[in-house]
Nanobody, 122 residues
Framework: QLQASGGGLVQAGGSLRLSCAAS????????MGWFRQASGKEREFVAS????????YYADSMKGRFTISRDNAKKTVYLQMNSLKPEDTAAYYC?????????????????WGQGTLVTVSS
């Protein structure tokens, strides 16, 4: 089970840090990813991190603004979001993938959190 938190309302240019805590699975066995889904749009890839945390991958529009990290001892993955824009407004979901690192397709992920809403005002 994955539990995402940390969403909220922030002004453009601001920052938020999302967290996703895992339970009931061996967290260090899973590559982790963040996806987002804006209203009326398909779910899109944001960032991913390998099992050990040694490698990260970002969607082009997030590079330089978002940072994914993980703490395997705490069974938690994070998404630090800086320089937020109104177009970043979406529900953000964490997901776990035991097979392939840095997969950008939702179908590759077997476990999903419930989503946390991020709203960026202009």
């Amino acid at each position: 089970q994955l539990q995402a938190s940390g969403g909220g309302l922030v002004q453009a240019g601001g920052s938020l840090r999302l967290s996703c805590a895992a339970s009931g699975l061996i967290f260090s066995n899973y590559h982790m990813g963040w996806f987002r889904q804006a209203s009326g749009k398909e779910r899109e890839f944001v960032a991913s991190i390998s099992r050990s945390g040694s490698s990260q991958y970002y969607a082009d529009s997030m590079k330089g603004r978002f940072t994914i990290s993980r703490d395997n001892a705490k069974k938690t993955v994070y998404l630090q979001m800086n320089s937020l824009k109104p177009e970043d407004t979406a529900a953000y979901y964490c997901a776990g993938n035991a097979v392939r690192s840095h997969s950008t397709t939702p179908d590759a992920y077997a476990y999903w959190g419930q989503g946390t809403l991020v709203t960026v005002s202009s």
